[in-house]
């Protein structure tokens, strides 16, 4: 079993910045994956990075080049940097960690850009 906590959400205005963190603790030897998606009301959760334990990292177009995720082996977390940030970025934002069997996902952490 794996466990996974966010947090950083918050509320932020277009063009600034935010920095989610994940905790994973657990069984986090088996963790293969760790990725960020997020769902915005009425719609379909989607990817929005994900990072591999050797560090490769993987982003939807949407986000490139404003968003960096970035991961702490020895601390078993994973970050997402999130910077000139958008209204259309509204969602809920998850964690979520892959096995070799299965997958595990976080509470979830609301981030909202509004003015």
């Known amino acids: 079993q794996v466990q996974l906590v966010e947090s950083g959400g918050g509320l932020v205005q277009p063009g600034g910045s935010l920095r989610l963190s994940c905790a994973a603790s657990?069984?986090?030897?088996?963790?293969?994956?760790m990725g960020w998606y997020r769902q915005a009301p009425g719609k379909q959760r989607e990817l929005v990075a994900t990072?591999?334990?050797?560090?490769?990292?993987n982003y939807a177009a949407s986000v490139k080049g404003r968003f960096t995720m970035s991961g702490d082996n020895a601390s078993h977390a994973v970050y997402l940097q999130m910077n000139s940030l958008k209204p259309e970025d509204t969602a809920v934002y998850y964690c979520?960690?892959?096995?070799?069997?299965?997958?595990?996902w976080g509470q979830g952490t609301q981030v909202t850009v509004s003015s």
């Open positions: 657990g069984n986090r030897l088996s963790i293969i994956t």
């Open positions: 990072i591999t334990r050797s560090g490769n990292t």
């Open positions: 979520k960690a892959d096995t070799t069997y299965t997958n595990y």
